[in-house]
């Protein structure tokens, strides 16, 4: 079915071992430089490939910086209002039970103007699939707070840093969907070095998998950098990561029903 | 020869891969591309171990890599 990969010059006894993804179009994105969308953009669509769901898919895609993630999956796409990707999700899976449906949403779509969706949608067990990129800022309109961003963080919204007793504490979604009885996978993982992509990898593979083996609702958080609002270099934000968001928003499996493995071409 | 093989189009120059590269062959260049960002290159005498630790970290999947095959196999 997938064509062999090849590349101009390559010659005898040279193989390509590393190349974009089928269900990734093949054009420069529109996020800044160090951004953690590309990476969960390549990890999505190298499941949709191994997997092979990338004739069937249906991607909800949400508002923020990754509005545009229509432009850039070689899938089917609808575009939801602010926070209502779950919802909209939601019908499209009821009404064609056969494509393969998820959501790809920020922190400011998914846990502050979604809350109510999301959390309706993982209670009612929908057989959807959420990738939840969590860079603890809203990003595209200009660096205000959201619910997850740390105490202390500067933002436009809180120059002298977040405090609890104005704005509360740092939003945990991964553990909060995981308490729901709907949801039969719920993790958290990092995209700041080799070792958390390869791991959030796997992850977005059980979440997807929950749907491909008609469980429940698989919920994916991926703890992502945003140079830009953080007022950083890339190499900097993904120091950042391990210091100081992994310690707040700790790694980590907190709900898998042990719903069965699928999909084409396995290998973990 | 193994090499990383970039897709200058969509570098956009964060150097994440130069962070990663236990060789470090990878540099920033003189380049511009038609975004305006200075492409990353490979530059350096050592031989690239295709690792695709670049290509892992890369957020632009701007990075193929290119294995060569041992004698014999």
Redesign the interface.
């Known amino acids: 079915m997938n064509a062999t990969p090849s590349l101009p010059g390559l010659v005898e006894g040279e193989e390509l071992i590393f190349s974009p993804p089928r269900s990734l179009t093949p054009v420069p994105t529109h996020y800044c430089p160090g951004c953690h969308h590309g990476v969960a953009h390549r990890l999505v669509a190298e499941l949709l490939d191994e997997m092979g769901l990338q004739e069937k898919t249906a991607l909800i895609s949400s508002i923020g910086c990754s509005v545009f993630s229509y432009n850039y999956f070689e899938v089917d796409a609808l575009e939801a209002p602010h926070g209502r990707a779950p919802a909209v999700a939601t019908g499209l899976k009821r009404a064609r039970p056969d494509c393969f449906v998820f959501t790809y949403q920020g922190d400011g779509d998914l846990a502050s103007i979604g809350l109510a969706e999301i959390m309706h949608a993982a209670n009612r067990g929908d057989k959807i699939s959420i990738v939840f990129v969590n860079n603890t800022v809203y990003g595209m309109t200009g660096g205000q707070m959201a619910p997850t961003t740390l105490l202390g963080q500067k933002t436009t919204t809180t120059p002298m840093g977040r405090i609890s007793e104005d704005c509360g504490y740092p939003m945990r979604m991964a553990e909060i969907i995981s308490g729901l009885d709907g949801t039969v996978y719920s993790a958290r993982g990092a995209l700041n070095d080799a070792k958390n992509i390869r791991q959030a990898k796997k992850m977005i593979r059980r979440a997807f998998e929950a749907q491909s083996t008609n469980s429940g609702l698989g919920f994916v958080e991926l703890l992502a950098g945003c140079p830009t609002n953080w007022h950083m270099d890339a190499l900097s934000s993904n120091k950042r990561i391990g210091t100081e968001l992994i310690p707040v928003f700790p790694l980590g499996v907190f709900k898998d029903n042990g719903f069965a493995e699928s999909g084409k071409g396995g290998g973990k | 020869?193994s090499r990383p093989?970039f897709?200058e189009?969509?570098c956009?120059?964060?150097?994440?891969c130069a962070?990663?590269c236990p060789q470090k062959i990878l540099a920033i260049s003189s380049r511009y591309n038609p975004?305006g960002?200075l492409v990353a290159e490979v530059s350096g005498d050592k031989p690239c171990t295709?690792c695709?630790?670049c290509?892992?970290?890369?957020?632009?999947?701007a990075?193929?890599?290119?294995?060569?095959?041992k004698e014999g196999k």
């Open positions: 020869m093989v897709a189009e969509r956009k120059g964060c150097m994440l962070s990663v975004q960002y295709a695709a630790s290509a892992l970290i890369c957020p632009d999947c990075i193929s890599i290119v294995r060569s095959r």
